[in-house]
């Protein structure tokens, strides 16, 4: 079965930075389309960033010029390295994969597979 596992979660500083690792397995990673969400407390999910199958990328007008989303096919890895980090980004971190289209997309319901999530802290 697809499995998605988030890891490199953690705490920072305001100001600092995070990279955080999906590994993904069962699925043809290649061909699917990936993304980053998150979800503070009392706060509904909303997507980070998101890489078609091709590389192409999208993100979240709050975290461009700070988040950059890379994959790696031939390991089966999708990455998030975060610099520049605010205390509003703190939320838990999803990683999520679809096959739905074929573009870089932060809609959730594109994705059918999802990580268990993993927590990012930043204090001020």
């Known amino acids: 079965q697809v499995q998605l596992v988030e890891s490199g979660g953690g705490s920072v500083q305001a100001g600092g930075s995070l990279t955080l690792s999906c590994a993904a397995s069962g699925l043809n990673f290649s061909t699917y389309h990936m993304g980053w969400f998150r979800q503070a407390p009392g706060e509904e999910r909303e997507g980070v960033a998101g890489i078609s199958a091709g590389g192409t990328t999208v993100y979240d007008d709050s975290v461009k010029g700070r988040f950059t989303i890379s994959r790696d096919n031939a390991k089966n890895m999708l990455y998030l390295q975060m610099n520049s980090l605010k205390p509003e980004d703190t939320a838990m971190y999803y990683c999520?994969?679809?096959?739905?289209?074929?573009?870089?997309?932060?809609?959730?319901?594109?994705?059918?597979?999802w990580g268990q999530g993993i927590q990012v802290t930043v204090s001020s």
């Open positions: 999520a994969a679809g096959d739905a289209v074929p573009i870089a997309t932060l809609i959730a319901v594109d994705f059918g597979y």
